[in-house]
């Protein structure tokens, strides 16, 4: 199974910071990985698909990079509504697995 | 618009069945491979088992395989997850997700139904 380590597992940020979460895989996934955000009691929720394509109707300040292993999610001018966990997954191969999650708080 | 509406989570002792149902709306649900993803409670998101359109294709987590079954109506736009022989590690939030074709991206989920396993 291909595992994904996100890191930080936490972070504190302020209104306005540019704040970035990396996402490594154990393996070379090439840019089969996908972003989800996901607030208290509520499904997880697509931000950015296949590394860096954002997903209809989100928001610009979010993008994706990276390929191979090591990929970034970027939350360019941080909102009060960006504090909450955010997920990476592989969709290389199955099982398709996810990373244990970074919470954002402000 | 697109709906995943999930059904049939309780409670059940250890050892005893249970199944989900996943009714769609808002989009041609023939057309679209389903998955199931769990999370167990504080912690984070697993993905169960996936089932293309036609059903012609299926695959299982490890940690389920030979006591979960994922089936599909596509005339009754459902989705199901047949789960047998059920542990306190299946104790989580059960969600059914559309796969968006290519990156297998999970574009839709339903607002997710809770399994507690514990007698």
């Known amino acids: 199974d291909i595992q994904m380590t996100q890191s930080p597992s936490s972070l504190s940020a302020s209104i306005g910071d540019r704040v970035t979460i990396t996402c490594r895989a154990s393996q070379s996934i090439g840019r089969y990985l996908n972003w989800y955000q996901q607030k208290t009691g509520k499904a997880p929720n697509l931000l950015i698909y296949a590394a860096s394509s954002l997903e209809s109707g989100v928001p610009s300040r979010f993008s994706g990079s990276g390929s191979g292993t090591d990929f970034t999610l970027t939350i360019n001018s941080l909102q009060p509504e960006d504090s909450t966990t955010y997920y990476c997954q592989q969709s290389y191969s199955t099982p398709w697995t996810f990373g244990q999650g970074t919470k954002v708080e402000i | 618009e697109v709906q995943l509406v999930e059904s049939g989570g309780g409670l059940v002792q250890p050892g005893g069945s249970l199944r989900l149902s996943c009714a769609a709306s808002g989009f041609t649900f023939s057309s679209y491979d389903m998955n199931w993803v769990r999370q167990a409670p504080g912690k984070g998101l697993e993905w169960v088992s996936y089932?293309?359109?036609?059903?012609?294709?299926?695959y299982y987590a490890d940690s389920v395989k030979g006591r979960f079954t994922i089936s599909r109506d596509n005339a009754k736009n459902s989705l199901y997850l047949q789960m047998n022989s059920l542990r306190a590690e299946d104790t989580a939030v059960y969600y059914c997700a559309r796969d968006r074709s290519g990156y297998q991206r999970y574009d839709y989920w339903g607002q997710g139904s809770l399994v507690t396993v514990s007698s």
């Open positions: 089932i293309t359109s036609s059903s012609s294709t299926i």
